[in-house]
């Protein structure tokens, strides 16, 4: 039964963050731009963020420093994402490139300020974060201590982010408008919406969100920053195409491919697991085959927005 | 002279000064960086970066040769698949498994004598070739874009071959692969005492090989048109009779032989490069993209960008005598991609403002002609 609490609570800490990050990714995409800067916008986030708590760590602890750090996150990500919805929606430039420029400016500018500020790449804080149990709910049996034992804010979060994005997506005038600009941003300016501002949001909060998920990444997992998300961003993306662009289907990827992690990481600890004998390295390849397949099986009927990619040209018919 | 003006006003001085526009931009922010950080050696230190290799004579040019071995071939391998209309982001992934297999053959296959290391050359070049395989068949037969298949082939290929590495070519101590045999090292024809004890050798003078092939297959052949047409519009070359199905897959394969040799050419130079087990991808694939952008995706411009990033990376490393952390040459090689990302729209006005010039001589022209037309 340890072992259960263990993986549920591990596969929680892996999964949160490519939930974040791969929505926000959706919210992109879904405008019509496409997003690989992510990883990079991540690491901004986390570097941004983890600071904040490293000079404010003195002052004060737990809760309200992790809310503080995690605003920090989200802004700063939202910021950075400005560079990314500049090159690709005014300037019409090649969103890949554009994301590739980003994903490298990012761990060289973290590398750079940590070694000039204190000497070394990693940053280390104390995490005051962890909620032991959280009171009433904690003491339910069973479910008590798979979700609200060892616990991090983040987690509640992030699920709060995946039911806001499902709402906002599905039920209001903006998801409408934002799908639409992803679709067909020439019938989405003949009724008047305004593609340029559209697509704005939607890197926007593409930034805010996998900002947020680079502090959300680095929180339980460890105890510093190194300049790098592992990755992160990329897997987020496989979530994404793997969550076919909807958020329902995305939370169930990035338990799948958050589980996946956990195995990876664990798997020589789990009696079941470690007679199988199977590489760890079997299992840390898992989500990235798993995508290829489903990329491949899902090709004819694929939901990819029909737009992202493509600069807007009022001009196009 | 005339011949001087007619390039001018032709479209790749356009593409060349918005190239040279990009550098200009991420040096200029590199200086002000720098300046901010500690203005009293930010001159100094700027200068080091210029000079790169030159800052250790004849030695150092020889190892910014060396150190842009790999990256001639990882841009040669991105702009290839420009050209054709892909964008292979997938180089890192090619690259190390590339290299893993050159190192492999090299460890284990010692009774090939002194044909080791061109047989693990040819390894790593064909392990390179199989890799981006897939991601063209799947743009070929399932559309799925290149990008997000080659992203999904580099993290497979890194956590591959750290499996493999553990398994069969373990140095345990170090955390590393085994290093090659000596026959499987590159010659080093006397390159490295030519240049004063670089780690210079005979892989340079392959990648030089490779430039004026690529050169060649996309200049003077009727496969390299064909490519070049896919690229530009696929529809209109399978109308012409083009097999554009074919033609991705080819261009897929080519450029990830060309990534894989850069592994090859990497991890055979037999001066103490080998596959780390991180799990961290390789970032000479990803130095693939500016150097292919800056070099227009023409081979020869592919050439001296690379050299010019291995110049600067060479600088960086000196630079750090100045009390400055190297990364900042990370910083600039970005700002490097995000305004060459730009250069569609500088070409643009480039060409607008050409365009109006000549408007402007013609319409003087005229008067000075009385108002007759010519």
Redesign the interface.
Known sequence: MNILYFLVQQTMFFSIPLLVVALGGMFSERSGVVN?ALEGIMIIGAFTSVMTIRLLQDTMQGQGLLLIALAVASLSGMIYSL?HAY?SIN????Q???G??????A???A??VA??YQGTKDIQFTNTFRIKSVPLLGEIPIVGQLLFQNAYITTYIGIAILIISSIVLYKTKFGLRLRACGENPQAADSVGVNVYGMRYSGVLISGALAGLGGLIFVVPTSSGFGA?V??YG??A??VM?FGQWKPNRILFAAFFFGFMKTVSAAYSGIPFLRDLDI????Y??MP??I??VV??LS?KKSQSPRAA?TPYDVGKR | MKKFKEWVASSSFSSVSASIGAILVGLLLGLIILIITNPSQAFPAFFTILSGGFTNGIKGLGNVLYYSTPLILTGLSVGFAFKTGLFNIGASGQMVVGGFVAILIGVRCEFLGSSLWIVALLGAILAGALWALIPGIFKALFNVHEVISSIMMNYIGMYLVNMLIVKYIFDSIRNQSMIVAESAVMPKLGLDTLTNGSSLNSGFLIAILFVIVTYIILNKTVFGYELIACGFNQEASKYAGIKAKRNVVLAMVIAGALAGAAGGLMYLAGSGQRIMVVDILLSEGFMGIPIALLGLSNPIGIFFSAIFIGHIKVGGFYMQLYDFVPDIIDIMISVIIYFSAFALMVKGVIGFLLKKQKRKKEKSQRQKNGGKVE
């Open positions: 690989i560079l090159a300037m019409k430039s090649d890949v490139i554009s590739t420029a980003l994903n490298m400016f761990p060289a500018f590398i750079f070694r000039i790098t592992s990755g990329f897997l993306l496989a195409i590489s760890g390295g079997v840390k390849m990235y085959i995508t290829l990329l491949a090709s990619g």
